[in-house]
């Protein structure tokens, strides 16, 4: 008997002795009182379980004997009636104390699997809610532990792929359990290959360790490890292991999914980049060609205006083959992740210059309006990278807009000082409803019908590089027509230091 049900014993007899004290100067009814001690005896049963109730039982039959039965005070009975009495009060105490107490372990057994129900529920509600969620493998494994141990209630628990040297801790943010180093050396000794059911290892001097297959079919398995202070019931790590064996396998099936889209995205960026670069390669080369054919005839050599249109032919045809195949190579540097930025401070001027002379001969035709204040502070920025943003939104401007209307160029310093914003303003066909975001997306270009020729580039590279310094691009219609685009680009941290100094 454990000391829980020790005390309870007590606490029964304890009652009996208090029934007793107060039925003995009533000189009741047997019966009544057989009735009395029985209800202690379920009560008993019922607080402290089948001990309690059979020690209660025994004693309740004694004191009935020794108190109420004739002759009283000895544990003899004159009447033979009273045998029967006694006997039957004996046998229905002990009976109703079993019934009792075993609807008393059976419901605890009922609580106790509501309980695991509970936990392996939460269990596959997290694994379904991260269905569908990319998310590292390290951290998404370290994760599946945590829930493991949690529906099968230990302290901590591990899950670690499983390859051909055993077990292997996925690495990830954060500090390692201690247990975790010596758990894995552990399993690696004891098993070079994934068991086929969970499995409990004993070492001398540590706890018992819990492994539990996961995934055994799929091309990357897995292990639970766990220290135990005691063994689960093995209905329910069955339980635990398929829900865990569902989410690696989900896992993996994800990230082949997500593989498999990445491909096939990245073949449809290469058609749509071959498609649309195609024309626009052949375009310029074709004109070139037809100049340096023409070049080569005798009597064009003779013809000064005919041989200086030729020449500036090739040349215009050069510079837009040549600011093609830069776009091209930013945006695969954006792409691939290899853009640098050698940010320093700068003056606004000295941006909206730059992205003028980036943009080149492209204005040349133009008419430009710059209303950019005196005494902006200067921005942190890389002048190159930040020169082709604007020049990109001023050739966009300059394709799109009348001749013989302005581009104008415009900035202000934000309500909080920390941003300069610039903006070029047009008079073109503006952005119709519905595309203010389309457009910035690779490859689009304007509606059919009014869009000149390009690759789509210019306004993706131009915001990605924007976002790159820790600003936005964004774009608007005018009032009258034509549309804003707007930068920002945030302040140098000395021109804000100065501006928090005054």
Same mark, same amino acid.
């Given at each position: 008997?454990?000391?829980?049900?020790?005390?309870?014993?007590?606490?029964?007899?304890?009652?009996?002795?208090?029934?007793?004290?107060?039925?003995?100067?009533?000189?009741?009814?047997?019966? =009544?009182?057989?009735?009395?001690?029985?209800?202690?005896?379920?009560?008993?049963?019922?607080?402290?379980?089948?001990?309690?109730?059979?020690?209660?039982?025994?004693?309740?039959?004694?004191?009935?004997?020794?108190?109420?039965?004739?002759?009283?005070?000895?544990?003899?009975?004159?009447?033979?009636?009273?045998?029967?009495?006694?006997?039957?009060?004996?046998?229905?105490?002990?009976?109703?104390?079993?019934?009792?107490?075993?609807?008393?372990?059976?419901?605890?057994?009922? @609580?106790? &699997?509501?309980?695991?129900?509970?936990?392996?529920?939460?269990?596959?509600? &997290?694994?379904?809610?991260?269905?569908?969620?990319?998310?590292?493998?390290?951290?998404?494994?370290?994760?599946?532990?945590?829930?493991?141990?949690?529906?099968?209630?230990?302290?901590?628990?591990?899950?670690?792929?499983?390859?051909?040297?055993?077990?292997?801790?996925?690495?990830?943010?954060?500090?390692?359990?201690?247990?975790?180093?010596?758990?894995?050396?552990?399993?690696? &000794?004891?098993? &070079?290959?994934?068991?086929? /059911? !969970?499995?409990?290892?004993?070492?001398?001097?540590?706890? !018992?360790?819990?492994?539990? !297959?996961?995934? /055994?079919?799929?091309?990357?398995?897995?292990?639970?490890?766990?220290?135990?202070?005691?063994? !689960?019931?093995?209905?329910?790590?069955?339980?635990?292991?398929?829900?865990?064996?569902?989410?690696?396998?989900?896992?993996?099936?994800?990230?082949?999914?997500? =593989?498999?889209?990445?491909?096939?995205?990245?073949?449809?960026?290469?058609?749509?980049?071959?498609?649309?670069?195609?024309?626009?390669?052949?375009?310029?080369?074709?004109?070139?060609?037809?100049?340096?054919?023409?070049?080569?005839?005798?009597?064009?050599?003779?013809?000064?205006?005919?041989?200086? =249109?030729?020449?500036?032919?090739?040349?215009? $045809?050069?510079?837009?083959?040549?600011?093609? +195949?830069?776009?091209?190579?930013?945006?695969?540097?954006?792409?691939?992740?290899?853009?640098?930025?050698?940010?320093?401070?700068?003056?606004? $001027?000295?941006?909206?210059? @730059?992205?003028?002379?980036?943009?080149? /001969?492209?204005?040349?035709?133009?008419?430009?309006? +710059?209303?950019?204040?005196?005494?902006?502070?200067?921005? =942190?920025?890389?002048?190159?990278?930040?020169?082709?943003?604007?020049?990109?939104?001023?050739?966009?401007?300059?394709?799109?807009?009348?001749?013989?209307?302005? +581009?104008?160029?415009?900035?202000?310093?934000?309500?909080?000082?920390?941003?300069?914003?610039?903006?070029?303003?047009?008079?073109?066909?503006?952005?119709?409803?519905?595309?203010?975001?389309?457009?910035?997306?690779?490859?689009? /270009?304007?509606?059919?019908?009014?869009?000149?020729?390009?690759?789509?580039?210019?306004?993706?590279?131009?915001?990605?590089?924007?976002?790159?310094?820790?600003?936005?691009?964004?774009?608007?219609?005018?009032?009258?027509?034509?549309?804003?685009?707007?930068?920002?680009?945030?302040?140098?941290?000395?021109?804000?230091?100065?501006?928090?100094?005054?």
């Amino acid at each position: 008997m454990d000391p829980w049900s020790l005390a309870r014993a007590v606490v029964g007899v304890a009652a009996l002795a208090l029934a007793t004290a107060i039925l003995r100067p009533l000189h009741p009814n047997p019966a =009544d009182v057989a009735l009395t001690y029985l209800l202690g005896v379920l009560l008993a049963s019922t607080v402290g379980g089948l001990w309690s109730g059979a020690v209660t039982s025994v004693l309740a039959a004694l004191a009935f004997n020794f108190v109420f039965l004739p002759p009283v005070g000895t544990l003899t009975i004159a009447d033979p009636a009273n045998w029967f009495a006694l006997v039957a009060f004996l046998v229905t105490a002990v009976v109703s104390s079993q019934l009792v107490a075993r609807a008393r372990t059976r419901s605890r057994q009922a @609580e106790t &699997r509501a309980a695991q129900t509970r936990r392996l529920l939460d269990l596959s509600e &997290r694994i379904l809610s991260r269905v569908g969620n990319p998310e590292d493998p390290g951290r998404a494994l370290a994760a599946l532990g945590q829930d493991c141990a949690r529906a099968l209630a230990l302290d901590g628990a591990l899950v670690a792929a499983w390859g051909a040297d055993g077990p292997s801790r996925p690495a990830v943010d954060g500090v390692a359990e201690p247990w975790q180093g010596p758990a894995l050396e552990a399993v690696r &000794r004891r098993c &070079r290959s994934l068991p086929e /059911r !969970p499995l409990v290892l004993r070492e001398p001097g540590q706890a !018992p360790l819990l492994v539990l !297959p996961l995934a /055994r079919r799929c091309p990357e398995p897995a292990a639970l490890v766990a220290p135990l202070a005691r063994s !689960p019931e093995p209905g329910r790590a069955e339980a635990v292991a398929g829900l865990g064996s569902l989410a690696v396998e989900r896992q993996f099936l994800m990230r082949q999914i997500t =593989d498999a889209e990445a491909v096939r995205r990245s073949d449809a960026l290469k058609s749509a980049l071959l498609s649309s670069v195609s024309h626009e390669l052949r375009t310029p080369l074709a004109a070139i060609r037809v100049a340096a054919t023409a070049l080569q005839r005798p009597d064009v050599w003779a013809d000064i205006d005919g041989r200086t =249109d030729l020449l500036r032919t090739v040349d215009e $045809e050069s510079d837009r083959l040549n600011r093609l +195949i830069a776009n091209l190579l930013t945006m695969s540097r954006i792409e691939v992740g290899a853009l640098s930025l050698d940010r320093r401070p700068c003056e606004v $001027e000295a941006l909206v210059w @730059e992205g003028m002379h980036q943009a080149g /001969r492209r204005l040349d035709a133009r008419r430009l309006v +710059i209303r950019v204040p005196d005494g902006l502070p200067e921005i =942190d920025c890389d002048l190159g990278l930040a020169g082709i943003a604007l020049a990109n939104l001023l050739e966009n401007a300059a394709k799109y807009a009348p001749a013989d209307t302005p +581009i104008e160029i415009g900035g202000r310093l934000s309500a909080d000082g920390r941003l300069v914003a610039l903006w070029t303003d047009d008079r073109g066909p503006g952005v119709p409803p519905g595309e203010a975001e389309r457009i910035f997306e690779r490859f689009t /270009r304007g509606a059919a019908g009014r869009s000149p020729s390009g690759t789509g580039l210019g306004l993706p590279i131009a915001r990605a590089l924007v976002e790159a310094h820790g600003g936005r691009l964004w774009v608007e219609a005018r009032s009258g027509g034509g549309s804003r685009f707007t930068s920002t680009w945030p302040v140098a941290a000395q021109a804000l230091a100065f501006k928090r100094g005054t």
